[in-house]
């Protein structure tokens, strides 16, 4: 099977653009279905890692869902290990509403933290959270994280400060819809000559433990 894969440009910002090749689809992920002019990601998204990273992993992410969780951990341990200096995460927010009624709430206290500064403390910190935990619990981890609860009670009495954070989260999803996701964790793995792969779950850990991603770290050296 194909999917179109984007060659990419960079934007001012870093950020990859535009849609343009065909190449095989990962045997372990989806894909796009057609051609398209969206981001791998965009200027203000949350970056993980060393931002010059020559391999970029793209995660969309439901801050509730437990296989996110734990693939965010295992990722990050891989990070600081074997792709250390590497490989850069790019954190996507797709929260499942549906199933996770605070997700929405939580992702946008994400984008809010990420403007701060504190973005990675706090999706790591969110991802330890329980399903059910209240508002309290949610204000105690940004004061935790260095960050005003008192701000952040403000922003959620006042939909008008929430917008452009609920923007960007809307801007994931979209861009996610996309991309075909449907389900969390979806990874997009973009390498520095333009090609990409889809791995969804735990399919990244096959991927990235695979002979020829490892031929490719071994030609990347350290």
């Known amino acids: 099977a194909y999917a179109v894969v984007m060659l990419v440009t960079h934007g001012a910002g870093g950020g990859f653009r535009y849609w343009s090749i065909q190449q095989d689809r990962a045997a372990v992920g989806g894909g796009p279905q057609g051609d398209m002019d969206v981001p791998f990601f965009r200027d ?5 890692g060393n931002p010059d990273a020559p391999i ?40 499942l509403h549906t199933q996770h009624p605070k997700a929405v709430m939580t992702a946008m206290f994400a984008e809010w933290a990420t403007e ?4 990675a403390e706090f999706v790591n ?14 204000f105690d981890l940004i004061g935790q994280i260095g960050l005003d609860p008192d701000e952040a009670r403000l922003l959620l009495e006042h939909e008008a400060l929430q917008d452009p954070y609920l923007f ?9 819809r996309e991309f075909g996701v449907q389900s969390t964790p979806h990874w997009i793995i973009v390498y520095p000559d333009g090609r990409a792969s889809w791995a969804v779950g735990e ?5 990235l433990d695979s002979k020829k991603f490892r031929r490719y770290l071994q030609s990347l050296g350290r």
Do not use: S
């Open 116 to 119: 701060k500064g504190k973005g």
């Open 56 to 95: 970029t992993i793209v995660e969309y992410a439901d801050l509730y869902c437990p296989t996110c969780r734990e693939m965010h951990a295992w990722l990050e341990n891989r990070m600081e290990g074997d792709l250390k200096d590497r490989v850069r995460l790019v954190v996507r927010h797709f929260p």
């Open 125 to 138: 910190r969110a991802f330890l959270l329980p399903e059910d935990a209240d508002e309290e619990e949610l």
């Open 44 to 48: 203000e998204d949350l970056v993980i």
């Open 168 to 176: 960007r989260v809307q801007q994931d999803m979209a861009d996610g």
């Open 203 to 207: 399919g990244l850990k096959y991927q």
